[in-house]
């Protein structure tokens, strides 16, 4: 059987830093399940698999193809059911898409502020250009001012971000509870990417939202670390 | 048996609103578990029940004395494990720890800017006595002067710090999915609190938030329309 990652890297293929493709590959770690993983660059990712998707992560499982990361995570809590549960059950699956919209909505949104310009950086010339050119036009100013203008402001406000989370983990070693679930993974994707783009310093000694960060990346065989900080 | 929910009340004791308490009456619903509610003002709180809390929500089921809405839950979960599940599995139960932090740390900051002096004015006068000395200590100035400097901007802010909610139910009818969970509880509480408290408007018609918040106040025998908005 043929299980292959497709996931998104910059220059040095070696490093997939996407934030959604480490949501699925700490998945598949989770369920125990063995993968290759295909490096895509950004404008590479529309022609793999047939034209099938314009985002990563796309998971090749055997006959099935799909795409976003907790489509991901559900095909794969349905598909092996008898490996550990990513959800934890149905008030988990749902209650994962608020953590979802948390992290999407408060936590992307900042950390992209903060190294839009360490992303560019780290791409190959042709994907430098489309990276420059669609972020630009979303964000109607050049990278460079809009983290000239943001970025500080965005570091400085991101611990008061994480309060809910780190009100969590005082009480709990992982958002799923005693173990992680795909909740844990989701939020770790975010601090991940930032963490292999951006040498940026994000989490201070002494917060539990960094606690649990080096927990995660110690799980499933120290699976986040097998890519270095930036 | 004697099942008894303290609930926090000011001058009209037909009306509760504490947000903890409003956890808890719709948990017991959720449940299918008759209670009688006891009404209790701020500084009656400490003599009930031979000075069991200084907090509300109490519940007294029979032999059983519990504090805290978050217990409340795990306790009902456990006691009357046969009834509708609050929590929707071990996933959902830690998640809601989530959805607790969220909502302490975001919603309930913002919403008590908002209200604090709609809360004093309901009062019975040695309450507002209690309320306004322990409150203004706390916040370093006056009632007035608090809400004059705060409530508009924190107004004005409510429907962004909403954002993480109101993506995930424009996805499903509910935070537990396609029925209500005691993390749709937590929420629901913080915004009956404001809703039974104050005359402010705070959800704008056409918002899922607010239509999601109809749906909780239509739950259980429409519980929450009990008592009527401010």
Partial sequence: MTRILYALCGSDRSRPFSPHVWKTVLSLKHKGLDFDTAPVAFTEIPVIENEATTMVPLLRDGAHLVKDSFDIALYLEHAYPDR????????????????????????????????????????????QTYFRTSREARLGTTLEAFVEANGQAELDSLAEKLGPLRTTLKRQPFLGGETPLFADYIVFGALQWARITSPKALLQDGDPVKDWFERCLDLHGGAGRSVTAA
Same sequence: chains 1, 2.
């Fill in 84 to 127: 550990p549960s990513l959800f934890g059950g149905k008030g988990g699956e749902a209650m994962a898409r608020f953590v979802e919209s948390w992290s999407q909505t408060t936590l992307h949104t900042t950390l992209m502020r903060i190294i839009i310009l360490d992303i560019h950086d780290r791409l190959d010339p042709v994907d």
